[in-house]
C-alpha cells in the first residue's frame, strides 16, 4: 500500500513537474524572444511555474487539508527558491561555455529533482509514510 501511494505522488508530481516545464519554457522562451534578458526570463518563467507548482501538488498531487495552506505555502516557497538558486547557479556556470537556451535545457534537471524531495520531506509531508 505504501509503495503504490509513493508511486502515484511520483506519477502526480511528474506530471505537474510536466505541465511546468512546458509552461517555464515558454515563457522563459518568449520573453528571451522579446529580447528581455536571459536571467529576468528565468526568474519569472520558475516564479510563474512556482505559483503552478504549489497549487496543483497542494490540491491534487499530495491533497494536504486546507487547513495547513499558510504554513506549506511559507515552506514550499522558501524550498522553491532553494531549488532556484541551486538551478541557477548551475545555469550560470554552463552559461560559461554554451549559449542561454543550452545553458536552460542543462540546468532544467536540477530544480525538479531537489524540488520533489524538499515537496515530499518537508512541504507536504504525509506522516502516515
Given at each position: 500500500?505504501?509503495?503504490?501511494?509513493?508511486?502515484?505522488?511520483?506519477?502526480?508530481?511528474?506530471?505537474?513537474?510536466?505541465?511546468?516545464?512546458?509552461l517555464t519554457a515558454l515563457i522563459y522562451s518568449i520573453m528571451v524572444f522579446f529580447g528581455i534578458n536571459p536571467h529576468l526570463s528565468n526568474f519569472?518563467?520558475?516564479g510563474i511555474g512556482t505559483v503552478n507548482s504549489f497549487l496543483l501538488n497542494?490540491?491534487?498531487?499530495?491533497k494536504t487539508p486546507s487547513n495547513h495552506a499558510i504554513t506549506e505555502c511559507g515552506k514550499f516557497f522558501l524550498s522553491a527558491f532553494v531549488c532556484w538558486v541551486a538551478q541557477w547557479c548551475v545555469f550560470r556556470v554552463l552559461l560559461l561555455g554554451v549559449n542561454e537556451y543550452w545553458a536552460f535545457i542543462g540546468a532544467?534537471?536540477?530544480y525538479p529533482l531537489f524540488n520533489y524531495l524538499a515537496n515530499r520531506i518537508f512541504v507536504f509531508k504525509d506522516q502516515s509514510i
Amino acid at each position: 500500500m505504501e509503495k503504490k501511494k509513493e508511486l502515484t505522488y511520483i506519477l502526480k508530481y511528474s506530471l505537474v513537474g510536466i505541465c511546468n516545464t512546458l509552461l517555464t519554457a515558454l515563457i522563459y522562451s518568449i520573453m528571451v524572444f522579446f529580447g528581455i534578458n536571459p536571467h529576468l526570463s528565468n526568474f519569472v518563467g520558475y516564479g510563474i511555474g512556482t505559483v503552478n507548482s504549489f497549487l496543483l501538488n497542494k490540491y491534487w498531487t499530495f491533497k494536504t487539508p486546507s487547513n495547513h495552506a499558510i504554513t506549506e505555502c511559507g515552506k514550499f516557497f522558501l524550498s522553491a527558491f532553494v531549488c532556484w538558486v541551486a538551478q541557477w547557479c548551475v545555469f550560470r556556470v554552463l552559461l560559461l561555455g554554451v549559449n542561454e537556451y543550452w545553458a536552460f535545457i542543462g540546468a532544467f534537471p536540477v530544480y525538479p529533482l531537489f524540488n520533489y524531495l524538499a515537496n515530499r520531506i518537508f512541504v507536504f509531508k504525509d506522516q502516515s509514510i
